[in-house]
């Protein structure tokens, strides 16, 4: 799920937890898997292990880019818009100096949704996920999210967002404050070409996220290399989804 209703990743030598198990390529390497979905997680974050920039292939945030996306509410009627934006705002999270990412969420003009989203790359290339900032738009007010959480804060530790090198079958946390963000992907593989309205995509990876907080829903991802996500769709207990329209640079 993403946080527009509460709120990726195995690099071969990627950053260590102390777990038990594996995960796909790390699995098949005999290395740990650094966000696991089962057992105690507590991954190790050592911020000499970051770098200043993000450029995954499969999901890049340069400072200063924007895309925008058009879909459906949950309902699979009321229209939306995500505009995302890259800023030149960092934020340190546990010693990691966090690119800071603005998404906002409106309904045929009238603003719905607004979150600040924290992410950083490990040096093997791994998109990491510290947090979020998230508000709705109630009676013609921000009210804070239920779903906000910070790493380091109450028990909330980070996720994987987008692997350095997603293989089929991994599976990861995308983040973890219990109760209120325990989003978890699993690599579906190789998505096939994909048209959107911002155009066709023959490149790329399609995931499958959940939470045992919505047991109910299931949410698809698409995304291309050297764009990011381009596609999102529930495919079970609800009918939202958004396809990317245009991207600035």
Not at 66 to 76: M, N, S
Not at 77 to 85: A, D, G, L, S
Not at 144 to 156: H, I
Request: glycine share 12%; aromatic share 8%; hydrophobic share 30%.
């Amino acid at each position: 799920m993403t946080h527009r209703r509460t709120q990726i990743a195995l690099a071969l030598a990627g950053i260590g937890v102390a777990v038990l198990g594996g995960s796909g390529a790390a699995a098949a390497a005999g290395l740990a898997n650094p966000a696991p979905v089962s057992g105690h997680y507590n991954p190790h974050i050592d911020p000499a292990d970051f770098v200043r920039k993000i450029d995954n292939r499969y999901l890049p945030f340069k400072p200063g880019s924007k895309t925008i996306a058009k879909g459906v509410a949950e309902d699979g009627k009321t229209p939306q818009r995500e505009v995302q934006v890259v800023t030149h705002r960092t934020r340190k999270i546990l010693g990691v100096r966090c690119r800071v990412v603005r998404d906002e969420i409106t309904s045929r003009g009238k603003p719905v949704e607004r979150t600040f989203d924290w992410y950083a790359q490990d040096k093997h290339g791994n998109v990491w996920y510290f947090g979020e900032n998230s508000k709705d738009y109630r009676h013609g007010h921000w009210v804070k999210s239920d779903g906000s959480w910070e790493a380091g804060v109450d028990g909330a530790k980070p996720g994987i967002m987008m692997e350095a090198h997603p293989q089929r079958g991994d599976a990861y946390r995308q983040e973890y404050y219990r109760g209120h963000a325990e989003d978890q992907a699993k690599v579906l593989g190789d998505g096939g070409r994909v048209t959107v309205p911002y155009g066709s995509f023959q490149h790329t990876i399609a995931t499958k996220e959940t939470t045992r907080l919505e047991p109910g829903v299931v949410e698809k991802k698409w995304y291309a290399r050297g764009v990011g996500e381009i596609k999102s769709k529930d495919v079970k207990g609800s009918h939202e989804g958004f396809q990317l329209v245009k991207l600035e640079r």
